[in-house]
């Protein structure tokens, strides 16, 4: 095999000479054993691409494809939401006070902005689907005043939609037998290629919501 290593331009010494060789294929063994080794990470290192190459469209890790079943029985996707900005939050009905609160701060802050109000959609994903029909969830939006799309689905749906966000909510039983639901308070503002923009945690000030909203519909 040949000497893949330039001789040098001066004439030193032979130990020198030696040495200086022996330092440099130190340096370039060391060099060769750094190459493998990112080589190797890369190689077991965990795939982090969506799982589906639906999902690709999807660079940040929250929203994505979902199928729900609005209040006409016509379907709602991520797909045909696609165009308009929208705000979506989940919940439930017979929700005591994190639903009614956030879908009448969204409507407030909706007149804030003005004829701005109109560019972005309200939507409003039931996860109680045993209880609350499409039909149930279209009258109860319609309480707040503000056009806000209801929405629900067969319990898997629900799911997918919930994982889609990675929200959250769980049953929880309540004396007699009845249950109440434990759910994400948060308001996902999705832009209008169904991209994550920002997020209306429940405890924001309305000023800086309104400034979230502001954005989303800029
Ligand atoms: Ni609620």
Known sequence: MADPFPELEDEPSPERRAEGLKTLRLALWGAVALVVGIGLVA?????????????????????????????????????????????????????????????????????????????????????????????DIGRYVELFGTPILGLTGTDKEVDAAVKAYRAFYQKVPTKGGDYTIDHTASVYLMDASGRLQSIIAYDETNPSALAKLKRLVG
Do not use: E
């Open 43 to 135: 190689m077991f290192a965990p795939d982090r691409s969506p799982p589906s190459a639906g999902a690709a469209a999807y660079s940040d890790s929250i929203g994505g494809p979902f199928s729900l079943t609005a209040p006409d029985g016509s379907r709602v996707t991520d797909q045909t939401l696609k165009g308009t900005p929208f705000a979506i939050f989940f919940g439930f009905t017979r929700c005591p006070d994190v639903c009614p609160t956030t879908l009448s701060r969204m409507a407030q802050l909706r007149k804030q902005l003005g004829p701005d109000g109109d560019k972005f959609r309200i939507v409003f994903v039931s996860v109680d689907p045993g209880y609350d029909t499409p039909q």
